[in-house]
Every structure is written in structure tokens, then in C-alpha cells.
């Protein structure tokens, strides 16, 4: 969701709150705005405009004052449509406070009711906006202390929230706040961040420090203090950012989601590294797996996938029963769970709002969590008994593409772990299916040098309606990909289906000319017959057939060639086409590769 910066500092405020918008302008683009304060006295230098950020860079071309700190904010939309006026920063009725919000603020309503009763003015339509009120309110309640009136405030809301605020009386000072919604301190040397991730202050330094749940951090260019919402001041917990500038950066590809598409044999292979043999207990000594007899993988969109195939894994290696539920869903069904049940997070961010209810309802009726995550520090793993990384780096594209992979990777090495533990593997298939991991970074490298054809064979499909993708086995989740992947970027109805069920339904969908996806590595004879079937059966009805298989589908029109792999282990290979496809037909369609419409890379509000 929205994208927060602030910098305090030595250096002029206005280029590193650009650059860290630039950087996490894949968390929301609906509208981007900035507020510096200058010497203390001098009202707020405030600008805000819909759009993508360039709007707002364009005004700026009118001259910026001089400032040494500052606020910024990319928005994805939740209360109140995409204008000016509800774009953040939000002022007080002085004008002398300005905040920026990610989240939802649940009581606004009340909120809002109250602070008019009171003659406050709102300008917006959005839940913000009753904060900056209530916070001006509470300044001047505490004499102009606006870490405590922070803390005051953050205790009336409900709801998740970061929030950043600035006072023009206090021009070197800013105060943020966080509770199920992502905030991180970035340790400089005569300056200091504050940013919804890492990546918006990664040049500048490799210092961060983590913020808890209902935590308060006050900023000033030399100094930090934490404290809970009590006003104890707490500990800094610091860590080391292990990537550069050049991770977040496009580095020749014309789009991050290629790049991150061609960095997937890098990621796949740093995800497997000192692991291969199994996980050690740095990882999994948080859990107790022997008396589990049920696996549960919560988890959303592209996530979701990963945990589908997981589950096919983990049932055949480690012979538990696993369910597969979307994060969204879990909850409110009020699902039977109890210490017995491990549960299985998967998130990229490690900040899904979904994701994080879920498994904390999970948790809190006795289950063991051990997270799959990408984000060092975020709030997932942070609340979880373990934690298995994946190195996917920076995924800046929207479209989850190298996380994937290696959030498959993880899933297998649970799922081996899982039978370890159980004493199900033979030492003889442990080394088999070791081999085969260590050989799949450069089988993916291999798919990457020959999809060139396919991104011109794409394009001919670029006025279709509708695509299908088809699998069986774990390539029935890799055909769910693919159609999400089309969707997201292509804004092409797409759908995935096992191809069994093409017959009770589906099938009507197939008209003259209808692309069809077939995923159909080999590894099963018994499905890959029955997959050629389903190729005939559509292709008989007009469809065009792109099979994507490491033999020769025959009866399909196109052939996308991929390396054998063992059958479980297919969709790491399988997916690099259906990638290429729905990046191509976005590019050939003139949609927006990274930042497709409507979306935001990390959803922190349910
Ligand atoms: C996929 O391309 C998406 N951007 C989306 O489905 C994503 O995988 C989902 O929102 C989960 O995000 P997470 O992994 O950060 O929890």
C-alpha cells in the first residue's frame, strides 16, 4: 500500500524524500506529495498532486525552498478517490503540522464527528485526516511535545496505520508511528530515515533499526529514541541491510520486472545455499514438529500458489495432511486449529495484512507458525515461532515473479525437512532430490535463453480476450499463476483450470482461435497422456495450443521447450514462460509493466 519517507538531516531534505518515493512508488501511485519544514517559525512547504509521482516532480520545477527535512508519501487509495486534495500530506487547521499516513484508521468516523463538534475543519474525504486533528490537538495538550501527543493519539486509534508528522516549530524533528503496518529506521551519519522499506534510504546507508507493534520513533539528524505507546523508552533493535543500491535499481532491463525475471537463477541459487542437506536448527529450533499432525499454508495471490504446490510436496514426502487456504478467508471461518497444527505463512513482504491476521488467529489458538519470508525485519517474521528467508532480493516490479520461485524452493525444503523429521526419506532420495535442487539455477538460466520466441509469439495474441492456462499436478498451480501474472499485467481475462475439469465447464470458453496454455512437463506418464488429451480435446474445439513441456507435444500448435526436472519440482521451470508471456503481452498491449493499474506491491490493509 502507500509508500512513507521522512529524512532529517545535514543535507538538503528534497532529494532523499524524492528518491525514497522513486523507490517505493511500487507500493501505490495514485497520487504522491511532500512536506519540508524550513527554519522553525516559517510555515510548511507543502505540495501534492494525483497521479504518479512525475505530476508532483513537475511542480517542483517551479523551485523548492532550501530544507533540511522532510516528509513524503505515495498512495494507493483507500478512503476518498485519487485527487489533490485527498493525497497526503494532510495539514492541521494552523497549517503548522503535517502528516502522511499507510493504512486504514478503522474510527474515523467517530473520530471525525467529534473533532467538528469541536470546530475543526476537514478538507478531505479521507481517514487521515481526522488523525492530523486529533494530533494538533494533543500537541498543544502536551506543550508542543508531538512524540508524546503521538503516543496519546495512537492510543485512541483503531485500525493499522504508519503515520509520519512534522511541526513547523520543530523543523529538525519527526515522529512516526506504527501498529500492523510496516515502518523502518534508516541510521545515518548526521542523518537519519524513516521509510515504509529499506530500499527508499538504501544509498544513503545499510544501518536499520526494526520498530515493533505500537511503537513511537522520534528522529532528529543525531539522534533516535524509541518508546512504547507507555512512553519506556526501548532498546534499539539494529540490523545490517545485506543489499545495495543496484538491487533496487533497473540495471539496463527496460522494466524491474524483467529484470527480476532474469534474476531468478541468482535467487533460486541463494535460497538454497547451505541448505541443500537440510535446514539447520538456527532455523527451526522455535518449533516442535514431532507431535504435528496437520500442516496449515495461509498466504495470498502469487503466495497462495506457492503454498498450493507446497502442499503437494509436503503431503507426498512428509505424509501429513495440508491444507491450502487463502489469507483473507482463514479467519473469519473460524477454522478448527490447535498446537498439533504448524501453520505455513508465505509472504514476499512479510507485511500482508491477510496473511498476518490470519496467522495471528492461528497462533492464538495454540498453533506453531514458521513464516516463509523475503523482508528481513518485517512484521511476519517478527510475530513468528521460525522463519525460513527466501533471497529474492528487492522485488520492486508489482508482479511477483524471482519471490515465487524461490517461495517454491522453500516450500520444498520444508516439505524435505518436514519428512527428515519424520523419518520418511531415504538417505538415497534425500541425495536424489538434493542433486535436483542444485541443478535448477541453471536449468532456469537455460529457459531464459530460449523464450526469445515466445515473446514474438505472444504478441500475436495481443487483441484476444480471453486466455487459459491449463495443468495438471503441481502444473495445475503453475496454470493458476500464469492467469494471475495475464491478469494483473495484460488486464486480459484469464483462468487457470486442472485440466480434468476442462470437460465440466470450461470447455464452453473455447472458441476458433482461443490461446490455451498447456503446462505438461513429463515426470507422470499416467498425466502427461491425459494432458495430451486435453490438448487435443481444445484444439479440436479452434484453440491455439502453446504447450509448454520438456518433450514434444505433437498435438500442440506452439512449443515452448523446458529441461526435465523431477516432477515435483517442475513449476520453478514451468512458470518462467508464463512470466514471459504476460510481461510481453503487457509491453504489447502499452500497459504499465511495473506498476500495473489498480494494484499495490504490498497490501497492508485487509
Ligand atoms: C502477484 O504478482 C501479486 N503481486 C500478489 O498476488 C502477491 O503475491 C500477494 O499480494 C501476496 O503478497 P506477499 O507475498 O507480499 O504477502
Not at 228 to 251: C, F, K
Not at 383 to 403: M, Q, R
Not at 498 to 525: C, F, Q, S
Not at 530 to 553: C, F, L, T, Y
Amino acid at each position: 500500500m502507500c509508500g512513507i519517507v521522512g529524512y532529517t538531516g545535514k543535507n538538503s531534505a528534497l532529494a532523499p524524500v524524492l528518491e525514497g518515493l522513486r523507490r517505493l512508488e511500487y507500493r501505490g501511485y495514485d497520487s504522491a506529495g511532500i512536506a519540508l519544514t524550513l527554519e522553525a517559525g516559517l510555515p510548511l512547504w507543502v505540495e501534492k498532486r494525483a497521479g504518479k509521482l512525475g505530476n508532483l516532480e513537475e511542480t517542483l520545477d517551479q523551485g523548492v525552498p532550501t530544507s533540511h527535512s522532510g516528509i513524503g508519501h505515495t498512495r494507493w487509495a483507500t478512503h476518498g478517490g485519487p485527487t489533490d486534495t485527498n493525497a497526503h500530506p494532510h495539514l492541521d487547521n494552523d497549517g503548522k503540522l503535517a502528516l502522511i499516513h499507510n493504512g486504514i484508521i478503522e474510527n474515523y468516523v467517530e473520530l471525525r464527528l467529534a473533532l467538528e463538534a469541536k470546530g475543526h475543519h476537514f478538507k478531505s474525504e479521507t481517514d487521515t485526516e481526522s488523525v492530523v486533528h486529533l494530533l494538533s490537538d494533543a500537541r498543544k495538550e502536551h506543550g508542543g511535545d508531538l512524540a508524546a501527543a503521538m503516543r496519546q493519539v495512537c492510543a485512541q486509534l483503531r485500525g493499522s496505520f504508519t503515520l509520519l508528522a512534522i511541526h513547523s516549530d520543530d523543523p529538525e524533528r519527526i515522529v512516526g508511528a506504527r501498529r500492523n503496518s510496516p515502518l523502518v529506521v534508516g541510521v545515518g551519519d548526521g542523518e537519519n530515515f524513516l521509510a515504509s522499506d529499506v530500499s527508499a534510504f538504501i544509498s544513503h546507508t545499510k544501518r536499520a533499526l526494526e520498530l515493533g507493534q505500537d511503537e513511537v520513533v522520534d528522529i532528529t539528524p543525531t539522534k533516535i529514541t524509541i518508546t512504547d505507546l507507555a512512553g519506556n523508552t526501548l532498546p534499539p533493535n539494529e540490523y545490517e541491510i545485506s543489499w545495495d543500491a543496484s538491487a533496487a535499481e533497473r540495471g539496463g532491463f527496460s522494466h524491474f520486472m524483467l529484470k527480476e525475471i532474469y534474476e531468478q537463477p541468482k535467487a533460486i541459487a541463494d535460497t538454497l545455499i547451505g541448505r541443500m542437506s537440510g535446514l539447520d536448527s538456527s532455523i527451526t529450533s522455535g518449533l516442535e514438529l514431532v507431535n504435528i499432525n496437520k500442516v496449515v499454508i495461509i498466504a495470498c495471490g502469487t503466495a497462495y500458489h506457492a503454498g498450493l504446490v507446497g502442499k503437494y510436496a509436503i503431503e507426498k514426502w512428509a505424509g501429513l495432511p495440508v491444507e491450502v487456504e487463502f489469507a483473507s478467508e482463514y479467519r473469519y471461518r473460524e477454522p478448527y486449529v490447535d498446537a498439533a497444527t504448524l501453520v505455513i505463512p508465505i509472504s514476499q513482504s512479510g507485511e500482508t495484512m491477510d496473511t498476518l491476521m490470519a496467522m495471528r488467529y492461528a497462533k492464538s489458538h495454540g498453533a506453531q507458525v514458521f513464516s516463509v519470508c523475503n523482508t528481513n525485519g518485517s512484521t511476519i517474521p517478527r510475530e513468528s515461532d521460525a522463519v525460513l528467508y527466501t533471497f529474492a532480493g528487492p522485488e520492486i516490479a508489482v508482479a511477483s515473479t524471482k519471490a515465487f520461485a524461490t517461495q517454491l524452493v522453500a516450500m520444498y525444503l520444508i516439505a524435505l525437512h518436514l519428512g527428515t523429521v519424520r523419518g520418511l526419506l531415504s538417505p538415497e532420495f534425500l541425495a536424489q532430490i538434493g542433486d535436483e535442487l542444485a541443478e535448477l539455477p541453471g536449468k532456469v538460466e537455460q529457459v531464459l535463453e530460449t523464450v526469445e520466441p515466445l515473446r514474438e509469439l505472444t504478441r500475436k495474441f495481443k487483441d484476444s480476450t480471453s486466455m487459459l492456462f491449463l495443468g495438471r499436478h503441481v502444473g495445475f498451480p503453475t496454470a493458476l499463476e500464469g492467469a494471475l501474472k495475464l491478469k494483473e499485467l495484460a488486464y486480459m481475462h484469464a483462468e487457470g483450470f486442472p485440466g480434468g475439469e476442462l470437460k465440466h465447464g470450461p470447455i464452453a470458453l473455447i472458441d476458433e482461435g482461443t490461446p490455451v496454455v498447456a503446462v505438461m512437463p513429463t515426470g507422470n506418464a499416467l498425466l502427461t497422456e491425459k494432458m495430451a488429451s486435453n490438448v487435443q480435446e481444445v484444439k479440436a474445439r479452434g484453440a491455439v495450443v502453446i504447450a509448454i513441456s520438456d518433450v514434444d507435444v505433437p498435438a500442440a500448435t506452439h512449443l515452448i521447450r523446458i529441461p526435465t526436472t523431477h516432477e515435483f519440482l517442475q513449476p520453478v521451470l514451468s512458470v518462467v514462460p508464463l512470466q514471459v508471456i504476460a510481461y510481453e503481452m503487457a509491453v504489447a498491449r502499452g500497459n504499465d509493466v511495473d506498476q500495473p493499474r489498480n494494484l499495490a506491491k504490498s497490501v497492508t490493509v485487509e
